[in-house]
């Protein structure tokens, strides 16, 4: 097996654990899960048997329903109390369709939902989001090329060196702009509480 597809394998097996320690220790059925999450009981099932390689949305989803960053699901079965960690070893969890990658580096999850990611976008390249939980933020600071952030249906240029923070809970994306690539970081701040799509209301972490 080649080293990326041990990673994948990695990323996989770690989210079929930490999802099904997730829903055991609420008492969740995968109905309830997925109506919480809005993914369907057929792909949790696929996901905790460590039989799918989830995208970033449902990714998304799944954190968002058990109150967790998407960092804990990739979470390995060892703890550590310091990590120090390659930029290269993290998880790619979208590919796009010219080579562009998105990376989550790092993710804390208390007192609120803290993700560091680093995109790659090649000329071209979009990436879409639907609306994530009520209250949550995202700062991208562009390294290099023009992005387009696209929030509510409204467009920003966004240039090297310029930071863009918007409310991200609404429609939003990000495209190139322009003929070269796009290098950027993003911090996702999401607060903390579990979050049912079906009301869109949050409930207490849980203890």
Same mark, same amino acid.
Request: net charge negative; glycine share 12%; aromatic share 4%.
């Given at each position: 097996?080649? @080293?990326?597809?041990?990673?994948?394998?990695?990323?996989?097996?770690?989210?079929?654990?930490?999802?099904?320690? !997730?829903?055991?220790?609420?008492?969740?059925? /995968?109905?309830?899960?997925?109506?919480?999450?809005?993914?369907?009981?057929?792909?949790?099932?696929?996901?905790?048997?460590?039989?799918?390689? +989830?995208?970033?949305?449902? !990714?998304?989803?799944?954190? @968002?329903? /058990?109150?967790?960053?998407?960092?804990?699901?990739?979470?390995?079965?060892?703890?550590?109390?310091?990590?120090?960690?390659?930029? @290269?070893?993290?998880?790619?969890? #979208?590919?796009?369709?010219?080579?562009?990658?998105?990376?989550?580096?790092?993710?804390?999850?208390?007192?609120?939902?803290?993700? !560091?990611? &680093?995109?790659? !976008?090649? +000329?071209?390249?979009? $990436?879409?989001? +639907?609306? $994530?939980?009520?209250?949550?933020?995202?700062?991208?600071?562009?390294?290099?090329?023009?992005?387009?952030?696209?929030?509510?249906?409204?467009? $920003?240029?966004?240039?090297?060196?310029?930071?863009?923070? /918007? $409310?991200? @809970?609404? &429609?939003?994306?990000?495209?190139?702009?322009?003929?070269?690539?796009?290098?950027?970081?993003?911090?996702?701040?999401?607060?903390?509480? &579990? #979050?049912?799509?079906?009301?869109?209301?949050?409930?207490?972490?849980?203890?």
């Amino acid at each position: 097996m080649t @080293d990326a597809g041990g990673r994948v394998s990695a990323v996989t097996s770690a989210v079929a654990r930490q999802v099904h320690e !997730l829903r055991a220790a609420r008492g969740w059925s /995968f109905e309830e899960l997925a109506g919480r999450s809005g993914v369907s009981k057929g792909m949790l099932v696929q996901i905790e048997g460590a039989r799918t390689n +989830p995208s970033i949305g449902t !990714l998304c989803r799944v954190a @968002d329903a /058990f109150g967790v960053s998407i960092a804990r699901l990739l979470e390995p079965a060892e703890g550590r109390t310091v990590r120090i960690s390659a930029s @290269d070893e993290a998880p790619v969890l #979208w590919r796009g369709t010219e080579g562009g990658t998105a990376r989550l580096l790092n993710g804390l999850g208390e007192p609120d939902l803290v993700e !560091l990611w &680093e995109w790659r !976008l090649e +000329p071209g390249e979009a $990436h879409s989001s +639907p609306d $994530h939980p009520r209250g949550t933020r995202e700062i991208l600071h562009v390294l290099a090329g023009t992005a387009t952030v696209t929030v509510d249906g409204v467009e $920003h240029e966004v240039r090297a060196g310029e930071t863009i923070e /918007f $409310h991200a @809970d609404r &429609e939003h994306g990000y495209r190139t702009a322009g003929s070269g690539p796009v290098r950027l970081m993003m911090v996702v701040v999401t607060p903390s509480g &579990e #979050w049912d799509r079906r009301t869109r209301s949050r409930g207490p972490r849980p203890s």
